[in-house]
């Protein structure tokens, strides 16, 4: 009787370890966490915030003002030197916000900032690549 009492315990503890190495369904992993409803906007996270660059001397960057009451924006070219005299200040962008539309479908982003001998590219998410001439701040092109 102990006999066949020891069989059916060593059974069941045989049937229990292969229960355990059995694959495990696993919940599918997000590669990111949703969003959360209070996140800030593109805009003012900063998720295009592009850098400025130095050469020479000379500091070019770009900055987004908003028109008065809200009604748009204005995009500038800016270079100044390492003590933050402004040498010049372009006007590259403008735009006034269509009434109906939500703003934030409507803002144009700055992604990319580069230079070459003599002159400073602008490269907005969507568009034309804008030409600044370095010395003079004068909009040359854009294509």
């Not at 059995?22 to 949703?34: E, F, I, N």
């Not at 987004?64 to 402004?86: F, L, N, Q, R």
């Not at 900032?113 to 998410?125: F, G, R, S, T, W």
Request: no cysteine; glycine share 4%; aromatic share 10%.
């Amino acid at each position: 009787m102990a006999l066949i009492f020891y069989k059916a315990m060593r059974a069941n503890q045989q049937t229990e370890k292969t229960d355990d190495l059995k694959p495990q369904p696993s919940l599918p992993q997000a590669s990111r966490p949703a969003p959360r409803i209070e996140q800030k906007s593109a805009r003012e996270a900063g998720v295009y915030h592009v850098l400025p660059v130095q050469e020479n001397g000379i500091i070019y960057s770009t900055t987004s003002v908003p028109m008065p009451d809200a009604k748009g924006e204005m995009h500038y070219a800016i270079a100044s030197d390492t003590t933050g005299k402004e040498l010049w200040k372009t006007l590259f962008f403008s735009r006034e916000y269509i009434p109906d539309l939500e703003t934030d479908v409507q803002n144009y982003f700055v992604v990319d900032l580069y230079l070459d001998e003599h002159y400073v590219y602008i490269k907005p998410e969507r568009g034309a690549i804008i030409t600044i001439e370095k010395q003079t701040g004068q909009l040359v092109t854009i294509r």
